[in-house]
C-alpha cells in the first residue's frame, strides 16, 4: 500500500516564477492537506482540499493557490515567487471519516524542497 | 507564530539515557500527534492521543496527555542513535472553524551519540 507520494523532490526556481507541486494521497484518503516548513521551524498549515473544494486556509497569501482532483490527487501553485518561499513543502493526506473529534490525524509525504534563487 | 511550544529545542544524549520533550500551549486541543522527522523527510507518525491523561506506551517511548488536553509529552527510556531526529508535536483544533489545521511547535531536535 503506496504512501503519501509527492513530486518533485527538489525544485529550483527564481524569483518571479511560478511552480507546480504535486501530491498523491494514501490509497483510501479523501482529504489532502499542503504544509510550508521553513528551515528550523515546525509545518505551517497552508489549506485543505476535501471533495474538489479548498475547505480551510492558512495565513498564506492568494499567491498561493491549489487544487484537488476527482482521484483526490493534489497540486500546490505558488505565483510570483520570492526568496522567503523557499522551504520545505509538505503534503499531508487524511482517511475517510476523519471530521469525528480524534480521528484528526494527518500522514505525511516525503516533501518537495523547493529552493528560490 | 507556533501555537505550541516545544521544549528544550535541542537535546543531546549519549546511548541508554533517558528523555523527556514538553509540548504546552494555553488550547484545548481534540488530539495531539507526535512525529519524528529525519533531514529532508516529512515526518512520520508517531503517536496520536485524544483523550485527557491518557498514556501510550510505545515499545521505550512514553506519551501522556494532559488532563486539560493542552499539553503533552514524550518520554524515551534507554535511548539508542536510531532515535535521533527532529521529534514535532501537532495539534487538531477544537473548534469545527479549524478543523484539520495542524498546529505545529518548532520541534525539539534530539541527538544520541554512541
Known amino acids: 500500500d503506496a504512501g503519501v507520494t509527492q513530486s518533485p523532490t527538489h525544485l529550483i526556481k527564481t524569483r518571479g516564477q511560478q511552480v507546480t507541486l504535486r501530491c498523491s494521497p494514501k490509497s483510501g484518503h479523501d482529504t489532502v492537506s499542503w504544509y510550508q516548513q521553513a528551515l528550523g521551524q515546525g509545518p505551517q498549515f497552508i489549506f485543505q482540499?476535501?471533495?474538489?473544494?479548498?475547505?480551510q486556509r492558512g495565513n498564506f497569501p492568494d499567491r498561493f493557490s491549489g487544487h484537488q482532483f476527482p482521484n483526490y490527487s493534489s497540486e500546490l501553485n505558488v505565483n510570483a515567487l520570492l526568496l522567503g518561499d523557499s522551504a520545505l513543502y509538505l503534503c499531508?493526506?487524511?482517511?475517510?471519516?476523519?471530521?469525528?473529534?480524534?480521528?484528526?490525524?494527518?500522514?505525511f509525504g516525503p516533501g518537495t524542497r523547493l529552493l528560490v534563487l | 507564530t507556533q501555537l505550541l511550544e516545544q521544549s528544550p529545542q535541542f537535546l543531546s544524549i549519549q546511548e541508554g539515557e533517558n528523555l523527556t520533550v514538553y509540548c504546552n500551549s494555553s488550547s484545548v486541543f481534540s488530539s495531539l500527534q507526535w512525529y519524528r522527522q529525519e533531514p529532508g523527510e516529512g515526518p512520520v507518525l508517531l503517536v496520536t492521543v485524544v483523550t485527557g491523561g491518557e498514556v501510550k506506551k510505545l515499545k521505550r517511548l512514553t506519551f501522556q496527555f494532559g488532563d486539560a488536553r493542552k499539553d503533552s509529552s514524550l518520554h524515551i527510556t534507554a535511548a539508542q542513535p536510531g532515535d535521533t531526529g527532529l521529534y514535532l508535536c501537532a495539534g487538531a483544533p477544537l473548534t469545527t472553524d479549524s478543523w484539520g489545521k495542524l498546529q505545529f511547535g518548532a520541534g525539539t531536535q534530539v541527538v544520541v551519540t554512541p
Open positions: 499531508a493526506s487524511s482517511p475517510l471519516g476523519m471530521r469525528d473529534r480524534g480521528k484528526e490525524t494527518q500522514y
Open positions: 482540499y476535501y471533495e474538489e473544494e479548498e475547505r
